[in-house]
C-alpha cells in the first residue's frame, strides 16, 4: 500500500515539472510570437501603405493634370497624407481600421523613416508647387524633374525602409526560432532529466524497498528460528524442556476438565556418557538424533517425545481413562520402546549397543503438577538405573525417599572428595599354595561425618551414575599408590597393586596418561599395579580397549578381569582381551558344593584361565572348605573374609611386618 502511494506520487511530481516546464516554454513562445506579430507585422504593412498611398497619389497626380483622370486634385493629397499618417503611426503609434501600430524603438530605423517623411513632404511640396504651375509644367521642365526625382528618392528610401523591416523581422524570426528551437530543446532535456531523475528515484525507491522487504524476510527468519530454538532441541528436532513442560501442563490441564490421566515417561540413556567419551561427541550427537527417532516410531499421534537435556527424554501419553488404562499404556510403551533402541546403532563404522532406564509417573496420583510429575518420573527413572538398569520404573513413595536420599548422598559426595573423607582399606590377595601375601585390593570406604564408615555398595552406584565414579576412582588411584609407595619405603612388600577401575575412567582418552602418571611419580615397578575391570567394562568399546590394554602391557601395568561370570564371560572375549588375571566372582564360590553347577563353572573357569596362561584369584574366600576347594582345582590364589577382611593401610602394614617377623610363608591371619 505504502509503496504504490510512493509510485503515484513521484509519477504525480515528475509529470507535474514536466508540464510545468512545457507550459512555461509553450506560453513564453506563444507571447513573444504573439509580440512579434502585433508589434512587426503592422510595421510591414505600414511600409507597404506608404508606398502604395505615394505611388496612388503620384500616379493619380499625373494622370489629373493629363486630363486623363476627371477627379479633385485633393484625392491625390488625401493620398499622400496617408501615407504620412502611416510614416507617423509608424514612429508615434496610431490606430486606424487596418489595425495598431506600436512605435518603432529602433533609433536606426526612426531616422530612417524620419528622413522616409522628409522626403513625403518635399514631394507633397513639390506636388503643390507643380499643381499650381500646372501650366508651365511639361514633360523636360525643371519641376517635373524636380517631381520625378522626389518621387523616386521618396520610394526608394520607403522601399529602403520596408527592406530594413524585412531583414529585422526576418532577424527576429530567425532569433525567434532559434529561441524557440533552444526552449524547445531545453524542455525536452528537462523533460528527460526528470524522467532520467524520476527512472532512478523509482530505482533506488524499488531497490529500497525491496531491501525492506528482505530486511522484513530476514527478521521473520529470525524470528522464526529464535522461536524455534526457544522451543525445538536443534540436535534432534524434538521439542525442548520449555516447551515440553507447555504441552505436560496443556496435558495436565486437560486431564483435570475431564478426569482424565496423564503419563509421563522419563528416559534416560545408560552409559551415554560412555559412548561420548569414546567414540566423540559427533557419534554422541549420532546415538542421540537416532535414539530420537526410534522414541518417536512408538508413540501415537497424540503422544510427545522430548528432549530435556542431554540423554534425557520424556514421552507424554495424554487423555486416558483410568489409572488402570494408564498403567497399562505406561508399560506397553515402555517396553516397545526399550525393545527398539534394544537393536544396535551402527554408524560410520561403528556399532554402538545402547540401554535406557525409564521412570514412570502418572497423573494425579503421583503428582498434581507438571513439575512434581516431573521430579517424580526422574527419581524412578533414577532407581531404575541403579536397580533395573535398562528397565523401567513406576513412581512410587519409597522410591522417592530413597531417590531423594541418594541425590543427598550424590551431593554429600561431591565434597568428601576434597574434603578428605575417602579412605583406602586393602584386602589381602593370597597365594594359597604357599600360603604367602601376594598382593593387595584396594577397596574405597567412606568416612561419612554423620553416618560413620560407609561401604562401597552404599555410594559407588550412586557415583556411577552421577559421573562422580571418575574422581573417586582417580583419587584411590593416587591415594593407594601413594600409600604403596610409603610401604615399599618402609622395606615392606605387599606384593601386587590391584586397584579397580570404573567402565567410566576406563574409557576415558586420557587414562593411560593418569596411570602413567601415578607410576612415574610413585615409582611403581613392572608389574606391580594392576586393573581391575569388570567384563562390561572392557567391552563397551573393543577398538579403544585394545589400544589401552596394548599401551598398559607396555608400561608394565597388568590386567585383571573382576567379578568373573557374572557379565558377558565368553571365550572369544577372552582371547581377544588378554588379561593377567582373572577373579571369580564370590557368587560361585558362595555356592560350592551347595550347587554343582557352581562347582563345575568354578572348574572350567579355572581350566580356561589355565589354558589361556592366566592366574586366578577367587574373590570371596570365607570358609575353609572353599578354600580347599579352589585350591583343589588349581587355583593359586584367592581373596576372602577367611583370609583377610579388607583392613586400614595401618593393618595391613601391622600384617606385612608380623609376617615377615615370622620370615617365614605364614598361613593368613584368620586360618591361624
Ligand atoms: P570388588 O572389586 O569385587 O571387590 C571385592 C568386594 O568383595 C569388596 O567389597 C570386598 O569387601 C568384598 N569381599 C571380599 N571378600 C569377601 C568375602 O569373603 N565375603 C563377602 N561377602 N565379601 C567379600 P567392597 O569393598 O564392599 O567393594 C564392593 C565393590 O565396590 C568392589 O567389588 C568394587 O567393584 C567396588 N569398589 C570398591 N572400591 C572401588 C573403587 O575405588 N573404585 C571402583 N570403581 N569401584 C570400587
Ligand atoms: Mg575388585
Ligand atoms: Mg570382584
Not at 518635399?122 to 509644367?137: C, G, I, P, T, W
Not at 572348574?603 to 570358609?623: P, R, W, Y
Request: glycine share 6%; hydrophobic share 40%; aromatic share 8%.
Amino acid at each position: 500500500m505504502v509503496s504504490s502511494k510512493l509510485h503515484i506520487n513521484h509519477l504525480l511530481m515528475g509529470f507535474l515539472l514536466a508540464m510545468s516546464v512545457s507550459l512555461t516554454t509553450t506560453v513564453f513562445l506563444f507571447y513573444t510570437g504573439e509580440r512579434m506579430a502585433t508589434q512587426h507585422s503592422p510595421l510591414i504593412d505600414a511600409a507597404m501603405e506608404i508606398k502604395l498611398n505615394a505611388t496612388q497619389g503620384h500616379l493619380w497626380f499625373e494622370e489629373i493634370l493629363s486630363g486623363d483622370r476627371n477627379e479633385n486634385i485633393d484625392k491625390v493629397w488625401n493620398y499622400l497624407d496617408q501615407a504620412d499618417w502611416y510614416a507617423s503611426a509608424m514612429l508615434e503609434g496610431g490606430t486606424n481600421d487596418k489595425g495598431d501600430f506600436f512605435p518603432l524603438t529602433d533609433p536606426e530605423m526612426r531616422l530612417h523613416i524620419e528622413s522616409v517623411r522628409t522626403a513625403l513632404h518635399e514631394f507633397d511640396q513639390v506636388a503643390l508647387k507643380r499643381y499650381n504651375n500646372r501650366q508651365e509644367s511639361h514633360p523636360g521642365s525643371d519641376i517635373d524633374q524636380a517631381f520625378d526625382r522626389i518621387f523616386t528618392d521618396l520610394m526608394g528610401k520607403a522601399e529602403h525602409v520596408e527592406k530594413l523591416l524585412n531583414y529585422s523581422i526576418n532577424k527576429d524570426l530567425n532569433n525567434f526560432r532559434k529561441m524557440a528551437l533552444l526552449l524547445i530543446s531545453l524542455s525536452v532535456g528537462i523533460s528527460l532529466v526528470i524522467a532520467y531523475v524520476l527512472y532512478r528515484l523509482e530505482k533506488q525507491r524499488q531497490a529500497h524497498i525491496s531491501a525492506i522487504e528482505k530486511a522484513n524476510v530476514e527478521i521473520q527468519k529470525t524470528h522464526t528460528e529464535l522461536n524455534y530454538l526457544a522451543h525445538f532441541d536443534s540436535l534432534t528436532g524434538l521439542p525442548n524442556r520449555t516447551l515440553f513442560k507447555d504441552r505436560l501442563d496443556q496435558a495436565l490441564a486437560h486431564a483435570h476438565r475431564k478426569s482424565a490421566h496423564v503419563v509421563l515417561l522419563f528416559i534416560d540413556l545408560d552409559k551415554f556418557k560412555a559412548v561420548n567419551d569414546r567414540l566423540g561427541h559427533i557419534s554422541g550427537d549420532q546415538v542421540l538424533k537416532h535414539t530420537s527417532k526410534r522414541l518417536q516410531r512408538r508413540v501415537r499421534e497424540d503422544d510427545s517425545v522430548s528432549r530435556l537435556a542431554g540423554d534425557e527424554f520424556t514421552v507424554i501419553l495424554p487423555d486416558i481413562d483410568s489409572t488402570a488404562g494408564a498403567m497399562d499404556a505406561a508399560q506397553k510403551v515402555s517396553s516397545s520402546i526399550l525393545q527398539e533402541l534394544s537393536d544396535p546403532f551402527t554408524f560410520n563404522g561403528n556399532t554402538v549397543f545402547i540401554t535406557a532406564s525409564i521412570g514412570i509417573a502418572i497423573y494425579p496420583q503421583d503428582g498434581k503438577s507438571g513439575d512434581e510429575l516431573l521430579i517424580n518420573a526422574d527419581h524412578a527413572m533414577l532407581e531404575a538405573k541403579s536397580t533395573h538398569k535398562g528397565g523401567f520404573l513406576f513412581h512410587s513413595p519409597e522410591i522417592n525417599q530413597r531417590v531423594q536420599r541418594q541425590l543427598q548422598i550424590e551431593n554429600e559426595l561431591r565434597s568428601a572428595i576434597d574434603d578428605d573423607q575417602l579412605i583406602v582399606y586393602y584386602q589381602p590377595q593370597w597365594d594359597v599354595q604357599s600360603n604367602k601375601l601376594t598382593g593387595v585390593e584396594a577397596l574405597v570406604r567412606w568416612n561419612h561425618p554423620e553416618e560413620g564408615l560407609l561401604q562401597p555398595n552404599d555410594f559407588i552406584p550412586i557415583a556411577e551414575t552421577s559421573g562422580l565414579i571418575e574422581k573417586v576412582d582417580i583419587w584411590v588411584l593416587e591415594s593407594a599408590c601413594r600409600q604403596y609407595r610409603e610401604w615399599r619405603s618402609e622395606g615392606l612388600n605387599p606384593g601386587k597393586l590391584a586397584i579397580n577401575i570404573s567402565a567410566t575412567l576406563f574409557g576415558r582418552q586420557d587414562l593411560i596418561h593418569i596411570v602413567t602418571r601415578n607410576i612415574a611419580e610413585y615409582c611403581i615397578l613392572d608389574g606391580e599395579l594392576e586393573l581391575e575391570l569388570t567384563e562390561s567394562a572392557l567391552l563397551e568399546n573393543s577398538e579403544h580397549t585394545q589400544t589401552l590394554l596394548q599401551q598398559l602391557r607396555s608400561r608394565g601395568i597388568h590386567l585383571a578381569i573382576d567379578d568373573f561370570g557374572t557379565g558377558y564371560s565368553s571365550m572369544a572375549y577372552l582371547r581377544q582381551f588378554p588379561a593377567k588375571t582373572l577373579k571369580i566372582d564370590r557368587t560361585f564360590i558362595k555356592e560350592i558344593h551347595s550347587d554343582k553347577a557352581a562347582d563345575a563353572i568354578i572348574h572350567n573357569m579355572a581350566e580356561l584361565a589355565s589354558s589361556m596362561n592366566m592366574e586366578v584369584v577367587a574373590e570371596g574366600i570365607e570358609t575353609r572348605q572353599q578354600e580347599k576347594f579352589v585350591r583343589s582345582l588349581g587355583c593359586r590364589f584367592a581373596q576372602g573374609y577367611l583370609l583377610g577382611m579388607p583392613m586400614s593401610s595401618d593393618e595391613l602394614r601391622t600384617l606385612m611386618i608380623s609376617q615377615t617377623e615370622d620370615n617365614v610363608s605364614l598361613l593368613p591371619p584368620n586360618s591361624r
